[in-house]
């Protein structure tokens, strides 16, 4: 693996001290204090988990820097107005400063993406670290991949999600089946068309991820889609953007009911991070809510939700194939929304298996390789 700090070059200023990256053209000096609070002293770190054995919180907020001497050309040594002195590796620091760099970038798409890019082997994804790395990557990339030649007895589905993640237990159970019974809680359950949605966005924390596994298709319905979420919020902020914000801002009633359950949250429709910027979308025309707003902004809404809806059911936004037996497929759900086309129980049988797994679990694998892969290489 490319050590992150090499994006980096450090400026070290003896006077007045001063440790100083560049990065693309512009500097930025490092605070005192997320210098000390990055200590890499032993006495001051766990060995194993690198957890702090000191309150860091407790630093005075007045600290400063005092000495900063170069240490050939990775070291520095640096002493604070709390008596602290250490020499500190400035690769470590380059990788404080740029760990999230280690996971690959979201990469929108539409319907000219090619399904066989984002087909991948089981049986080599699960004996070969490398390419399920390649498999982690293009999921994190894209937001979904296909798995094929995944044996189809029962329960093999929660193999493939513990490989991927995390099993995430619900009160449709560990994994659910999907095939038509008119007595099914749910849609899904069905033999009709279902648009594409977003699963239990009424759940709170709402699934990170979700598991398609098909046992026996024997129909010619019953068609796979799925449509990227970040690629039409690009087209929906350029054309409606007062209605885009709505979605961002304004939480709507998501609710799920049957016989024994009630679950009801509220959460806006677009998903975002920290930053503000989007990440997914809470979407499904059978479970949610008009907000309550003013006449106006309750059409600009409304306005906006279709528009939304209709751009994602769009041929231009949408993907589509016939999951055949022993193939599964994983997406972010709510990034990647979902659906498939009607079919004709009459015609043979169709059955899958669902299950729900944590999000953080992929990342979670994917820095665990990279992690193996960079240990490998030292010993080497």
Known sequence: MQPISRRYTFLIHEQPPAVVIEDGGQSHELSPLWLRERTQAPDQLEGMTQQRLFDSHAIDADLTLVRAVRVGEQRVDLTFSDGHRE?????????????????????????????????FDWNRVLNDPAYFQASLDAYLRRGYIVLYGVPTDPERILQVGSHFGYVKETNFGRYFEVYSRPSGNDLAYRSVALGPHTDNPYRDPVPGIQLLHCLVNETTGGLSTLADSLKVLEQLRQEMPDGYELLKQIPVRFRFVDAGTRLVTQR???????????????????LDALP?????????????????????????????????????????????????????????????????????????????????????????
């Not at 690959?104 to 399904?115: F, R, S, Y």
């Open 87 to 119: 020499t500190y590796d400035l690769s470590t620091l380059g990788d404080e400063l740029g760990e999230t760099d280690l996971f690959p970038v979201a990469e929108p798409w539409d319907a000219t993406l090619a399904p066989q890019q984002m087909r």
């Open 268 to 286: 806006t429709m677009i998903q975002t991070d920290d930053d503000g910027h989007p990440t997914g979308v809470h979407y499904s025309p059978r």
């Open 292 to 380: 309550l707003l003013s006449d106006a902004q309750t059409r600009l809404f409304h306005r906006a939700r279709q528009r939304l809806g209709e751009l994602l059911a769009d041929p231009a936004y949408e993907v589509r194939f016939a999951l055949g037996a022993g193939e599964l497929m994983l997406f972010d759900n709510s990034r990647v929304l979902h659906g498939r086309t009607s079919y004709d129980s009459n015609e043979g049988h169709r059955h899958l298996q669902g299950c729900y797994l944590d999000a953080d679990g992929p990342r979670e694998r994917f820095a665990s390789l990279l992690k193996t892969h960079a240990s490998i290489e030292e010993v080497a």
